[in-house]
Nanobody, 126 residues
Framework: QLQLVESGGGLVQPGGSLRLSCAAS????????LAWFRQAPGKEREGVSC????????YYVDSMKGRVTIFRDAAENVVYLHMNGLKPEDTGVYYC???????????????????WGQGTQVSVSS
């Protein structure tokens, strides 16, 4: 059973940066597509970024393109989300997710993911 634990959230001023981490245990992530989602208060959960099993393909939501990078570290069994230039509208609970995949692609469809972490709060405010 794959377990995911996020960390790295917190309160940051507008324009600041955060690095979110998602550590996996129970299984290695080599055969899994990985993604980050977020849920703002009163809004639906949305996909922020995803990365294919090889790390060679990544997707970013339009609202965060140029400000976010997803990176998977096979040796550490961790996936990171580096966020820069944070805005108040980036506030929310950020979740990592994983799904087994035989192909080297990724999706930010909620229904595609089997395993979820408990989330980490990101608050952007002055």
């Amino acid at each position: 059973q794959l377990q995911l634990v996020e960390s790295g959230g917190g309160l940051v001023q507008p324009g600041g940066s955060l690095r979110l981490s998602c550590a996996a245990s129970g299984l290695t992530l080599d055969s899994y597509t990985l993604a980050w989602f977020r849920q703002a208060p009163g809004k639906e959960r949305e996909g922020v970024s995803c990365v294919s099993r090889s790390g060679g393909r990544a997707y970013y939501v339009d609202s965060m393109k140029g400000r976010v990078t997803i990176f998977r570290d096979a040796a550490e069994n961790v996936v990171y989300l580096h966020m820069n230039g944070l805005k108040p509208e980036d506030t929310g609970v950020y979740y990592c997710a994983a799904t087994f995949s035989r192909w080297d692609y990724c999706s930010t469809s909620l229904a595609a993911y089997t395993y979820w972490g408990q989330g980490t709060q990101v608050s952007v405010s002055s």
